[in-house]
T-cell receptor, first 113, second 111 residues
Framework: DTGVSQNPRHKITKRGQNVTFRCDPISEHNRLYWYRQTLGQGPEFLTYFQNEAQLEKSRLLSDRFSAERPKGSFSTLEIQRTEQGDSAMYLC???????????FGPGTRLTVT | GENVGLHLPTLSVQEGDNSIINCAYSNSASDYFIWYKQESGKGPQFIIDIRSNMDKRQGQRVTVLLNKTVKHLSLQIAATQPGDSAVYFCAEGSYGQNFVFGPGTRLSVLP
């Protein structure tokens, strides 16, 4: 598979629980991005990595959110103590460092009940 | 599958007609613009891009026009097909900065 993959595709959780999502970027891409998308809106930037270094975080990324990319390959996004407002599609994208174009994965749809 | 853009502006066109989707961007310092297509249940898919030193770029059946004076971007799709039905987003950015996406437009192709 040559595209960006994300798991799980869907996650339903109860308020207050922790969830973790995984993103596997395109293998030669060393930049990896996380976005959040709510219904009727475009994706909103959350954070990005170059290799294992997390270079930027949006103010949307509260202290309940943490992202890692320990070996510079796959990344995880964890949300602690989920709230109903966290319900959204979480998108991952990757790119080459010399390229503007970002390739998106299919997303993980989170529903917090 | 995922229902993207329930309350988005909608453009309805007849199959075979040309479509024009518009986008106003906000940052005059942005030097790179992309149009993405998003179908239900899928992530955004790259369509075409343009740099700020250009005002027009053509791809296969698609053309992007950039008007920096009024900060306006448009996507023209020629001979629209049913497979073009999706939500379309423009995104603006600069090298090393992160993209800001517009609100999106739903394109509905009528048979």
């Amino acid at each position: 598979d040559t595209g960006v993959s994300q798991n799980p595709r869907h996650k339903i959780t109860k308020r207050g629980q922790n969830v973790t999502f995984r993103c596997d970027p395109i293998s030669e891409h060393n930049r990896l991005y996380w976005y959040r998308q709510t219904l009727g809106q475009g994706p909103e930037f959350l954070t990005y990595f170059q290799n294992e270094a997390q270079l930027e975080k949006s103010r949307l990324l509260s202290d309940r959110f943490s992202a890692e990319r320990p070996k510079g390959s796959f990344s995880t996004l964890e949300i602690q103590r989920t709230e109903q407002g966290d319900s959204a599609m979480y998108l991952c994208a990757s790119s080459l460092p010399t390229d503007y174009e970002q390739y998106f994965g299919p997303g993980t749809r989170l529903t917090v009940t | 599958g995922e229902n993207v853009g329930l309350h988005l502006p909608t453009l309805s066109v007849q199959e075979g007609d040309n479509s024009i989707i518009n986008c106003a961007y906000s940052n005059s310092a942005s030097d790179y613009f992309i149009w993405y297509k998003q179908e239900s249940g899928k992530g955004p898919q790259f369509i075409i891009d343009i740099r700020s030193n250009m005002d027009k770029r053509q791809g296969q059946r698609v053309t992007v026009l950039l008007n920096k004076t009024v900060k306006h971007l448009s996507l023209q799709i020629a001979a629209t097909q049913p497979g073009d039905s999706a939500v379309y987003f423009c995104a603006e950015g600069s090298y090393g900065q992160n993209f800001v996406f517009g609100p999106g437009t739903r394109l509905s192709v009528l048979p």
